[in-house]
């Protein structure tokens, strides 16, 4: 069956490094991926978007690389902050437009 | 974008007994969705609620347990049944406006005894 998963449950980074949170997804005929932050007592709250037709994105410090010959997604986090800890989830759509969700990894940032 | 409220924000229910949560959404969409989320875990799509008909359920979801309305454009309630420890989640809505961005309410937080 069709499975997002991440790598790794847990991050934990200085505040100004870089934060790198991989994805991996098995459904190839997922065509638009989505990367999610959820603060505790939240809903996730929508990052950055990627189409299968691009394999880089890049918003406000945060950039999505999409590597589709391995099936493999990452959320790039340029200069962490504190406010930047939460769990984040890949998402990767299906022609029917469902969402299905990865496991989540929780970054931590220490100040 | 789009500002959605959910009702309750948290409950603490007694086995055996039902809750109704509503969804309410400041803008029109043409799609709305219930997730569970379980404590530490992902979200998992229980169904898509279809406007003026019956909603669509995931494998594993029925509608016995979980009903689902959807008056209008702007509104949905999921309702629990029959409620059992096991049901102890947090329930999401979320929209899809015109675009495929997907947006999230904040969440019921349901504990059963």
């Known amino acids: 069956g069709e499975s997002v998963g991440l790598h790794l449950p847990t991050l934990s980074v200085q505040e100004g490094d870089n934060s790198i949170i991989n994805c991996a997804y098995s459904?190839?005929?997922?065509?638009?991926f989505i990367w999610y932050k959820q603060e505790s007592g939240k809903g996730p709250q929508f990052i950055i978007d990627i189409r299968s037709n691009m394999d880089k994105r890049q918003g406000q410090r945060v950039t999505v690389l999409l590597n589709k010959t391995v099936k493999h997604l990452s959320l790039q986090i340029a200069a962490t902050q504190p406010g930047d800890s939460a769990v984040y989830f890949c998402a990767e759509n299906t022609n029917a437009g469902k969402s299905t969700f990865g496991d989540g990894t929780t970054l931590t940032v220490k100040p | 974008s789009a500002v959605i409220s959910q009702k309750p924000s948290r409950d603490i229910c007694q086995r055996g007994t039902s809750l109704t949560i509503q969804c309410q959404v400041d803008s029109q969409v043409t799609m709305m969705f219930w997730y569970r989320q379980q404590p530490g875990q992902s979200l998992t799509l229980i169904a898509t609620a279809n406007q003026g008909s019956e909603a669509t359920y995931e494998s594993g979801f029925v509608i016995d347990k979980f009903p689902i309305s959807r008056p209008n454009l702007t509104f949905s309630t999921l309702t629990v049944s029959n409620m059992s420890p096991e049901d102890s989640s947090i329930y999401l809505c979320?929209?899809?406006?015109?675009?495929?961005?997907?947006?999230f309410g904040p969440g019921t937080r349901l504990t059963v005894l």
């Open positions: 459904n190839s005929a997922s065509d638009y």
């Open positions: 979320s929209v899809r406006t015109g675009t495929d961005t997907q947006y």
